[in-house]
């Protein structure tokens, strides 16, 4: 399951599990994810699920979005992602996406595999040590 981190002047720490295709995010009582800080819109973004991910919509905020310091208007979002939301920013985290690159990591390919090295009875790759 997706989340999204927030890190509200550093005093709270609000953790909101991304459940729908469509979630808004804003100042207004009425959003998904409400972030109640002077410099967040009423209505300022909407993340979207898409078979891919998530995607992030600034809907046309004062204050703008940002994805790892980049103003956007549209953009697919990454495990890890730092988003600012006026001056609030938040971490996007993945957890489908962590769960598929540890499995990457873990499960060795063709090329991964160690040769083989094969022997005849009569050869060692030892030699005794001299005396």
């Known amino acids: 399951m997706a989340r999204l981190v927030l890190d509200c002047d550093g005093i709270d720490v609000l953790t909101h599990d991304l459940i729908g295709d469509v979630i808004t995010i804003g100042r207004t009582p009425s959003n998904d994810i409400v972030i109640d ?4 819109s009423w209505q300022h ?3 979207t699920k898409s078979p891919s991910g998530y995607r992030l919509k600034d809907l046309g905020s004062t204050n703008g979005t940002q994805i790892d310091g980049v103003s ?3 953009a697919e979002l990454k495990d890890g992602a730092e988003i600012r939301f006026g001056y609030v920013t938040g971490v996007f985290r993945d957890a489908t ?9 873990q499960v060795p390919g063709e090329q991964d595999r160690p040769a083989q090295i094969r022997l005849s009875e009569t050869q060692s ?4 040590r001299a005396q």
């Not at 962590?98 to 499995?103: E, L, N, T, Y």
């Not at 790759?125 to 005794?128: F, G, N, T, V």
Request: proline share 9%; net charge positive.
């Open 37 to 40: 800080h002077p410099t967040v």
């Open 45 to 47: 973004a909407v993340l």
């Open 72 to 74: 956007i208007t549209d």
């Open 97 to 105: 996406a962590s769960i598929d690159q540890a499995r990457k990591l």
């Open 125 to 128: 790759i030892l030699r005794p």
